[in-house]
């Protein structure tokens, strides 16, 4: 059954606490990306991956970090330097990273609620 | 800088009446735009792509419109139904990786 999976589904940390959430995909997709997605706002870019053992800063990256080791796997670390990281986090997956002439929708994951206590 | 607008606001019609809703952009030009749909505490889930050069497409009661000249993008559903209740987002390449920008998203409501 192909497809992206995350975990946990919820998440609790305690302020000053480092935390992974965890993206696998096994659709053989080039590309990953890592989303936050606070009420009434869009869907921000924190980080993507074009390829294995490559990624990008996306728009708020401060404060996360990101690993691409293999292929299907993209975990995300939210550090203790992320002011305010409750937030419902998505993790995405296309074809392909590079755009040229490649039109690639996105495969999403159920998503990580994160709550800071 | 580049933004996207969708109308916050949540639009309430009665099943089997047609949806339409809008996602307006600036300071673009993009190959495409693409359309996805996102229940409560869910992933977005792709919808439709439809390409610069093309006007229309349809897919089943979905239709979308792409007009390069106004910068917007219209989104509809035939025949609505209660199933159909769910946020809409638009989103729009941008750099030149295949990074997506994703409008707020339109909350659509169908009722009996």
């Known amino acids: 059954d192909g497809g992206i999976t995350q975990s946990p589904k919820y998440l609790f940390r305690k302020e000053g606490q480092n935390v992974t959430l965890s993206c696998e995909q096994n659709?053989?997709?080039?590309?990953m990306y890592w989303y936050r997605q606070d009420p009434g706002q869009g869907l921000r870019l924190i980080y993507y991956s074009q390829i294995v053992n490559d990624f990008q800063k996306g728009d708020i990256a401060e404060g996360y970090s990101v690993s691409r080791e293999k292929k299907e796997s993209f975990p995300l670390t939210v550090t203790s330097a992320q002011k305010n990281p409750t937030a419902f986090y998505l993790c995405a997956s296309s074809i392909t990273g590079w755009a040229m002439n490649v039109y690639n929708e996105q495969f999403f994951g159920p998503g990580t609620r994160l709550t800071v206590l | 800088s580049q933004k996207i607008e969708q109308n916050s606001e949540a639009l309430n019609i009665q099943e089997g009446k047609t949806a339409t809703l809008t996602c307006n952009y600036t300071n673009y030009s993009p190959a495409y735009l693409q359309w996805y749909r996102q229940d409560p505490g869910r992933g977005p889930v792709f919808l439709l792509l439809?390409?610069?050069?093309?006007k229309e497409k349809r897919k089943e009661r979905l239709k979308v419109t792409f007009d390069t000249t106004l910068k917007q993008s219209l989104f509809h559903i035939t025949a609505s139904q209660p199933a159909d209740s769910a946020t809409y987002l638009c989103?729009?390449?941008?750099?030149?990786?295949?990074?997506?920008?994703f409008g707020t998203g339109t909350r659509l409501q169908v009722t009996l």
């Open positions: 989103a729009l390449p941008y750099g030149t990786a295949s990074k997506l920008t």
């Open positions: 439809i390409r610069e050069n093309e």
């Open positions: 659709l053989n997709h080039d590309a």
